[in-house]
């Protein structure tokens, strides 16, 4: 089955630096990739979405990254905001309806 | 609109005691999910309905855990005879369908801890 390795784990970044956060997925049949950003005491939000068929989508300071051939997806966060900071989950969907989740990365952006 | 929504919050429960944990998922979506997140983890899936149906149980961790939807909408998940390693907080999702449209969306959650 699928598997999704995501690093690093955590990340400290100055306001106004970039973020990037890397994924790997392990089966090549998987054609959506989200990304889901998790605040203290909430659920996971939607924040952005990849199709197999696209190599990179923007939505203003957040962009992914797909790259099919190697397997790879990342998150890009530029200009980072306080309010940025939180859990970053990346998210594999093969063939089924099943998303399987990266373990996480804890960003915090330093006023 | 309305998001999803999960009740409790928060559960507290003595070992081996019964616990019910609902969802009620956007209004219109037809796919429901469980999942699993344990302290500092990413999360775990557990079940997935398509309509009332349950396709996949897979993912449910024994045969203490079970889960039923009604009328295509509210979902109920059951753990019996709670076990300390059950504490974490149940996420649950819907979607559209889990076809062509794959965005799914989480309710807050509910945190179970079993003392």
């Known amino acids: 089955g699928e598997n999704v390795e995501q690093h690093p784990s955590t990340l400290s970044v100055q306001e106004g630096d970039s973020a990037v956060i890397k994924c790997t997925y392990s089966?090549?049949?998987?054609?959506?990739f989200p990304w889901y950003k998790q605040e203290l005491g909430k659920g996971p939000q939607l924040i952005i979405d990849?199709?197999?068929?696209?190599g990179e989508k923007k939505d203003q300071r957040i962009a992914v990254t797909l790259n099919k051939t190697a397997k790879h997806f990342s998150l890009h966060i530029t200009e980072t905001q306080p309010e940025d900071s939180a859990v970053y989950f990346c998210?594999?969907?093969?063939?089924?309806?099943?998303?399987?989740f990266g373990s996480g990365t804890r960003l915090l952006v330093r006023p | 609109g309305a998001g999803v929504s999960q009740s409790p919050s928060n559960k507290v429960t003595e070992k081996g005691k019964d616990v019910e944990l609902r969802c009620d998922p956007i209004?219109?979506?037809?796919?429901l999910y469980w999942y699993r997140q344990s302290l500092g983890q990413g999360l775990e899936f557990l079940i997935y309905?398509?309509?009332?149906?349950?396709?996949?149980k897979s993912g449910l961790p024994s045969d203490r855990f079970s889960a039923e939807r009604t009328g295509g909408s509210v979902s109920t998940l059951t753990i019996q005879r709670t076990q300390q390693e059950d504490s974490a907080v149940y996420l649950c999702?819907?979607?559209?369908?889990?076809?062509?449209?794959?965005?799914?969306?989480f309710g807050p959650g509910t945190r179970l801890t079993v003392t």
């Open positions: 999702a819907s979607s559209q369908t889990s076809g062509s449209s794959y965005e799914q969306y």
């Open positions: 998210a594999a969907k093969d063939s089924s309806y099943k998303l399987i």
């Open positions: 209004s219109g979506h037809t796919a």
């Open positions: 990849i199709r197999s068929n696209v």
């Open positions: 089966d090549s049949a998987s054609n959506y």
């Open positions: 309905f398509q309509g009332n149906s349950a396709p996949d």
